[in-house]
């Protein structure tokens, strides 16, 4: 008897499905919600649970679609009528600005070590 409930409940939930596709920031992707409700909009929260975190709402059309365009790499949640998926969006180019700390952190603590050890 349970497993007949849960299946009916399942059977009426919304589902979110991605194209098969890397997500890349700036890139459009196709997204489906399926059993959602007409008019539902889809609710893209950007890095979510952090103090950067913001929203942005996507009307889908009559058939549950839309084509997303991430507007920030890292991780995002995409939620629409109960039903939540978590991705990740990938940086578009490689940020430089990443590479010259790391290069920095580098010299730091290897050029220290040398010194101790060779010095």
């Known amino acids: 008897m349970t497993g ?3 299946a ?4 009426g939930a919304a589902e979110i499905e ?30 979510p649970g952090s103090e950067l975190e913001h929203e942005e709402s996507l009307p889908l059309d ?9 507007a920030e790499p890292g991780l995002v949640t995409l939620a629409a009528d109960g ?3 978590r991705v990740s969006v990938r940086f578009a180019h490689v940020p ?20 101790r050890w060779c010095g």
């Open 83 to 85: 039903a939540t998926r």
């Open 96 to 115: 430089w600005s990443g590479v010259a700390v790391f290069l920095v952190a580098a010299t730091l603590l290897f050029g220290g070590w040398r010194w």
């Open 18 to 47: 991605i194209a098969d596709v890397p997500l890349v920031e700036g890139e459009p992707v196709a997204v489906r919600v399926t059993g959602a409700a007409p008019g539902t909009p889809l609710e893209v929260t950007y890095r």
């Open 62 to 70: 009559r058939d549950g679609a839309v084509a997303w365009r991430p």
């Open 4 to 6: 007949l409930l849960l």
């Open 8 to 11: 009916v409940l399942a059977a």
